[in-house]
């Protein structure tokens, strides 16, 4: 498929009443993308489009279709006829209006990945916009880094690493103890998450999402711990044995100091 034919089918898409706006996300809105990249194409919408009409039109540019999947978002998840991939996602615009306004606006942090959905309004090409709402939003929300969100994702994130008894620290050490590689696995997954989000926080950045999240801090980041990638790196090649424990101290104790 070409590219005319996939500005037809946001075209077809834009004539749904219940459309609002059209954006690209991911590395096609940032520019950085080849013709295998696939499509991050969000539909900001007033109220549920039914599934028999996202069929019909959708059907007239993909082989593969999968309709309202609910992973993550409301999605359709599809393969265009030239075999790249499509992930189109539905949002009621008035929602991510709240949504977004929870964190830029009220300040709440979240354990991990707190402003990614901001980054991502900010961040996106706008492909169609019927009546300005979502141009209206990035204007909104394209302010300063708030001085408490930064404070409060750091607060509760950190809490998070170390210091509390459910604090993914222990967790690990018990999860290594037991040599229970799975939960292993995964209480490191999340204590990265949070030491990724004080990160973004300290630099004052949004959260770009979990893809090459170290390529992004060394390019995007001016405050880095001491040793950032070599510990990281060093953590995923000792993560089932009990040098685990000791890196994940040194982790924290280096992010530590660049915490004000």
Same mark, same amino acid.
């Given at each position: 498929?070409?590219?005319? +034919?996939?500005?037809?089918?946001?075209? *077809?898409? !834009?004539?749904?009443?219940?459309?609002?706006?059209?954006? $690209?996300?991911?590395?096609?809105?940032?520019?950085?993308?080849?013709?295998?990249?696939?499509?991050?194409?969000?539909?900001?919408?007033?109220?549920?489009?039914?599934?028999?009409?996202?069929?019909?039109?959708?059907?007239?540019?993909?082989?593969?279709?999968?309709?309202?999947?609910?992973? &993550?978002?409301?999605?359709?998840?599809?393969?265009?006829?030239?075999?790249?991939?499509?992930?189109?996602?539905?949002?009621?615009?008035?929602?991510? *209006?709240?949504?977004? !306004?929870?964190?830029?606006?009220?300040?709440?942090?979240?354990?991990?990945?707190?402003?990614?959905? &901001?980054?991502?309004?900010?961040?996106?090409?706008?492909?169609?916009?019927?009546?300005?709402? $979502?141009?209206?939003?990035?204007?909104?929300?394209?302010?300063?880094?708030?001085?408490?969100?930064? *404070?409060?994702?750091?607060?509760?994130?950190?809490?998070?690493?170390?210091?509390?008894?459910?604090?993914?620290?222990?967790?690990?050490?018990?999860?290594?103890?037991?040599?229970? +590689?799975?939960?292993?696995?995964?209480?490191?997954?999340?204590?990265?998450?949070?030491?990724?989000?004080?990160?973004?926080?300290?630099?004052? $950045?949004?959260?770009?999402?979990?893809?090459?999240?170290?390529?992004?801090?060394?390019? $995007?980041?001016?405050?880095?711990?001491?040793?950032?990638? #070599?510990?990281?790196?060093?953590?995923? #090649?000792?993560?089932?044995?009990?040098?685990?424990?000791?890196?994940?101290?040194?982790?924290?104790?280096?992010?530590?100091?660049?915490?004000?």
């Amino acid at each position: 498929m070409n590219k005319v +034919k996939v500005e037809d089918l946001f075209k *077809d898409i !834009s004539k749904w009443n219940q459309v609002e706006a059209i954006a $690209l996300g991911g590395s096609r809105a940032g520019g950085k993308y080849d013709d295998n990249s696939d499509y991050d194409v969000y539909v900001y919408v007033k109220e549920n489009i039914p599934k028999d009409i996202r069929m019909n039109v959708l059907s007239k540019y993909c082989c593969k279709i999968e309709i309202e999947n609910h992973y &993550w978002e409301v999605e359709d998840n599809c393969t265009l006829n030239s075999n790249t991939d499509i992930d189109i996602i539905y949002r009621n615009i008035e929602y991510f *209006d709240v949504t977004i !306004s929870n964190v830029v606006g009220k300040n709440i942090a979240n354990n991990g990945y707190t402003t990614c959905l &901001w980054h991502n309004l900010i961040s996106c090409k706008v492909l169609y916009d019927k009546n300005g709402k $979502l141009n209206e939003l990035k204007r909104k929300y394209n302010i300063t880094y708030p001085d408490k969100l930064r *404070d409060n994702i750091i607060s509760k994130n950190r809490k998070l690493l170390n210091g509390v008894i459910p604090s993914y620290d222990m967790q690990i050490k018990k999860a290594i103890k037991r040599n229970d +590689k799975v939960s292993i696995n995964h209480r490191i997954t999340e204590f990265l998450v949070s030491y990724f989000d004080i990160i973004f926080a300290i630099n004052k $950045l949004s959260h770009p999402g979990e893809k090459r999240l170290i390529q992004q801090c060394i390019d $995007l980041c001016e405050i880095l711990p001491i040793d950032f990638e #070599e510990n990281i790196n060093e953590l995923f #090649e000792n993560m089932f044995n009990e040098d685990c424990n000791l890196i994940v101290e040194r982790i924290i104790k280096n992010l530590d100091k660049i915490i004000e």
